[in-house]
């Protein structure tokens, strides 16, 4: 009918009404093979909407912002806490490998094979279902399942495999930090760091970056994110960079791991994220405590950024009392220009924050 909305078939697919997507379908035909819809399908792992968009003509390998529909059915949540897959989800798993998934594409951030995007979730269900509906089993994918065996073959096969790189990206040393595969058996974490023992001695580089949406990693910060601590300290002691291992960690909100970072030499004022302080980044991102951490050892809050923005600037900025106080009572100057000649003073005022107005002149007079 003219004049009628278009039909938003993503929000109808996210109901889960097969008539309704049928209906939505038929009213527009062409999005079916819309790489955004067949994803968010995959994700959702409906077998049956899944089944009618590829009768409609969606593509099962299509790519949306990264992700393939296979690789948004394992990691569906990614940083959420792993939950074990229902039979559903590994159903619809079973039926897009055999209708065409390839599980051998780089999906999902960083970029990465489907077993071992399975092996950074953490779910050995997914693994054995990939596996047996034909993924290849290299190098890289045995270095993400804690495969001793099967890494010393791909050297044998090959002696420059420690530094070499999968498609998307990845090292195997980066496969292997980011596994979560150890989390529930210290034999497999074990592994875990027998493999990572083996690639360094045979060249790998742990300063060696990855790219995961819009910043370069290592394998300490997936080492962090997997929750790896005996594999982190591994890479610290053997050359990782304990910046980069600071950065991952308060972001991450180890604080205990933060520590060890620092022990093994990072500097609060020399740790940085995007180019910028990191405990400008921290208190920009309203991370509370990790800030206050920082600061508590030695991070300078007059640190400028580029457009001349302090960790003071930052908190003014966000009307957060506690992190200002905390701030002034660091060393923070309230008078500091930026770029521009804004001070946080003026940040404050623009903001008509009476209330932190008062608790700056409180902290100052003290």
């Not at 889960?16 to 819309?34: E, F, K, T, Y």
């Not at 394992?74 to 079973?94: G, M, T, W, Y």
């Not at 780089?106 to 596996?131: I, T």
């Not at 023992?197 to 370069?216: F, I, Q, V």
Request: aromatic share 6%.
């Amino acid at each position: 009918m003219a004049g009628r909305p278009p039909v938003d078939l993503h929000a109808v697919l996210r109901r889960g009404n097969l008539a309704d997507v049928r209906a939505a379908l038929r009213a527009d035909p062409a999005s079916a093979r819309s790489p955004r819809l067949v994803t968010e399908a995959g994700r959702l792992a409906w077998r049956e909407g899944l089944a009618l968009l590829v009768r409609a003509g969606a593509d099962l390998n299509a790519s949306w912002r990264g992700y393939h529909p296979l690789h948004a059915l394992i990691q569906d949540a990614p940083h959420a806490r792993r939950v074990k897959p229902s039979s559903e989800r590994l159903n619809c798993l079973d039926w897009m490998l055999a209708h065409g998934a390839d599980p051998d594409l780089a999906g999902a951030w960083p970029p990465a094979r489907a077993v071992v995007v399975a092996a950074f979730v953490g779910e050995r269900a997914y693994v054995d279902r990939l596996v047996a509906g034909g993924a290849a089993v290299n190098g890289f994918v045995c270095a993400a399942l804690a495969d001793v065996r099967g890494v010393r073959r791909a050297i044998g096969a090959d002696p420059a495999f420690a530094v070499a790189r999968d498609v998307g990206g990845l090292t195997a040393l980066q496969c292997c930090a980011g596994s979560r595969l150890g989390g529930a058996s210290p034999s497999v974490s074990r592994a875990l760091t027998e493999v990572a023992s083996l690639l360094a001695d045979h060249g790998a580089d742990p300063h060696a970056k990855a790219r995961s949406w819009s910043h370069e990693i290592d394998a300490t910060y997936l080492s962090v994110s997997s929750g790896n601590r005996e594999l982190f300290e591994w890479l610290l002691d053997r050359g990782g960079d304990p910046h980069d291992a600071l950065v991952a960690t308060l972001w991450n909100r180890r604080l205990d791991w933060a520590e060890s970072a620092l022990a093994h030499g990072a500097d609060p004022n020399r740790a940085a994220e995007a180019g910028r302080p990191l405990l400008n980044e921290l208190t920009r991102w309203g991370q509370v405590e990790p800030a206050l951490w920082l600061l508590a050892r030695g991070a300078d809050p007059n640190a400028k950024d580029g457009r001349g923005w302090t960790a003071v600037h930052q908190a003014a900025s966000r009307g957060n009392e506690r992190l200002l106080r905390a701030m002034l009572d660091a060393g923070g100057d309230w008078s500091r220009p930026d770029a521009l000649g804004q001070t946080p003073q003026d940040v404050v005022n623009e903001r008509h924050r009476e209330r932190l107005r008062r608790a700056v002149i409180r902290a100052l007079l003290r």
